[in-house]
């Protein structure tokens, strides 16, 4: 029953970066984000097993970084040239299954865990 305490979102303007930072409260073999755009549904953003193995949506690939440090169970999103369109709320997310146990890529795991961080607020403005 891991807990999940997201911080370092904030606004910046087209083009820039932001980093964001989530905290968990035990060790979790996979952790990801997703996030909710204004008027559309919870969607992945990347994800990232205990091993290092990453995972990225299309429209963020090449763009967003996503790391761990398993020492101290912190999760980090490293986002650059970011776009309007990646205002939104952004969730930290795990799922303590092991890749073999979950029976299913990273991503959609995720998608159906019922481990979530508060959200946080990025919002990307000119």
């Known amino acids: 029953h891991v807990r999940l305490v997201e911080s370092g979102g904030g606004t910046v303007q087209p083009g820039g970066s932001l980093t964001l930072s989530c905290e968990a409260s035990?060790?979790?073999?996979?952790l990801g984000w997703f996030r909710r755009l204004p008027g559309k549904e919870r969607e992945a953003v990347a994800a990232?097993?205990?091993?290092?193995?990453?995972a990225y949506a299309d429209y963020v690939k090449g763009r967003f970084t996503i790391s761990r440090d398993n020492s101290k169970n912190t999760l980090t999103l490293r986002m650059n040239s970011l776009k309007l369109e990646d205002t939104g709320v952004y969730y930290c997310?795990?799922?303590?299954?092991?890749?073999?146990?979950?029976?299913?890529?990273?991503?959609?795991?995720?998608?159906?865990?019922?481990?979530w961080g508060q959200g946080i607020q990025v919002t990307v403005s000119s």
């Open positions: 997310v795990a799922d303590q299954r092991t890749r073999a146990g979950r029976m299913m890529p990273a991503l959609q795991a995720l998608a159906l865990s019922d481990y």
């Open positions: 035990e060790f979790s073999y996979c």
């Open positions: 990232i097993d205990s091993d290092g193995t990453t």
